[in-house]
T-cell receptor, first 115, second 112 residues
Framework: AQSVTQPDIHITVSEGASLELRCNYS??????LFWYVQSPGQGLQLLLK??????LVQGIKGFEAEFKRSQSSFNLRKPSVHWSDAAEYFC?????????????FGAGTQVVVTP | DGGITQSPKYLFRKEGQNVTLSCEQN?????MYWYRQDPGQGLRLIYY???????QKGDIAEGYSVSREKKESFPLTVTSAQKNPTAFYLC???????????FGDGTRLSIL
């Protein structure tokens, strides 16, 4: 079965600085990969997804992620963080042929943005 | 605008009581899901439904029940058998099992 690890529980970054959130997955083939963002008391909003093709994926709000098969990683990046980026971020491995509809979510990374 | 509506936003349960969380979608999605979110644990799948009149247990189905009588609706009942129901519950839907899941704004359930 697939699994997802987000090594960083909490990250503090200054406004205007760059941000990178790590995500490692475990699966024998190439999975579907997603990054979601969650503001307090809200649902999850999709930032970007990778199914196949170009390994550098562009998303909403200026985010991008790079799929690296050799490292089993799908790290999320943003060149310049805004105060509104403070939220919790979840990496997810999507359904594969043997686990229909069963996304595996990482435990999340809480991002705090300081002035 | 299409989307997923969860109600109520806050819900309180008394000991021995069953409560039902509502989830409605107008995205014309076939698949719907219920997740439980606890701090530091990410999202855990409770139940999912691929199509009307069909649903499957997820990873933590004990103490919960669902129905899928209409394509638009996937209510979740938290029964008295669920001994630790305090959590944030999220409903999601997708076109199919491999597709992006779209989420509602959640219901926070607490014990009185």
């Amino acid at each position: 079965a697939q699994s997802v690890t987000q090594p960083d529980i909490h990250i503090t970054v200054s406004e205007g600085a760059s941000l990178e959130l790590r995500c490692n997955y475990s699966y024998g083939a190439t999975p579907y990969l997603f990054w979601y963002v969650q503001s307090p008391g809200q649902g999850l909003q999709l930032l970007l997804k990778y199914f196949s093709g170009d390994t550098l994926v562009q998303g909403i709000k200026g985010f991008e992620a790079e799929f690296k098969r050799s490292q089993s990683s799908f790290n999320l990046r943003k060149p310049s963080v805004h105060w509104s980026d403070a939220a919790e971020y979840f990496c997810a491995v999507g359904a594969t042929t043997d686990s229909w509809g069963k996304f595996q979510f990482g435990a999340g990374t809480q991002v705090v943005v300081t002035p | 605008d299409g989307g997923i509506t969860q109600s109520p936003k806050y819900l309180f349960r008394k000991e021995g009581q069953n409560v039902t969380l509502s989830c409605e979608q107008n995205l014309n999605h076939d698949a719907m899901y219920w997740y439980r979110q606890d701090p530091g644990q990410g999202l855990r799948l409770i139940y999912y439904s691929q199509i009307v009149n069909d649903f499957q247990k997820g990873d933590i189905a004990e103490g919960y029940s669902v129905s899928r009588e209409k394509k638009e609706s996937f209510p979740l009942t938290v029964t008295s058998a669920q001994k630790n129901p305090t959590a944030f519950y999220l409903c999601a839907s997708s076109l199919g099992g491999e597709e992006t899941q779209h989420f509602g704004d959640g219901t926070r359930l607490s014990i009185l």
